[in-house]
């Protein structure tokens, strides 16, 4: 798909960029192999190809979960006007 100078002088508006009327010509010629590419990358066969994360084999290292802290919850709702069942109740703000 081949752009046109006022594609680009269009997009370049969307984006709130300046473009010179000398760079307009390289932008054309430049996003438009852009899309192409983008279009014969959407015409490949990936129906055999497994979905992955990460291009990498590789696995996260985590810590142990471990719990560092002690429960405070009652001693901070106390600070609360109103509470239930373990929960701040406040006001409803949707019908």
């Not at 054309?28 to 291009?55: F, W």
């Amino acid at each position: 798909m081949a752009l046109t100078i006022s594609d680009v002088e269009s997009i370049a508006h969307l984006a709130r960029l300046e473009v010179s009327d000398d760079e307009i010509a390289d932008y054309v010629e430049k996003l438009s192999r852009i899309i192409d590419l983008v279009d014969a990358l959407g015409k490949l066969d990936t129906t055999d190809v497994v979905p992955m994360a990460h291009p990498l084999d590789m696995s996260q290292r985590l810590r142990a979960d471990e719990v560092t802290e002690t429960d405070h919850r009652d001693a901070y709702q106390q600070n609360s006007a109103t509470v239930g069942q373990g929960f701040y109740r406040v006001p409803k703000v949707l019908d």
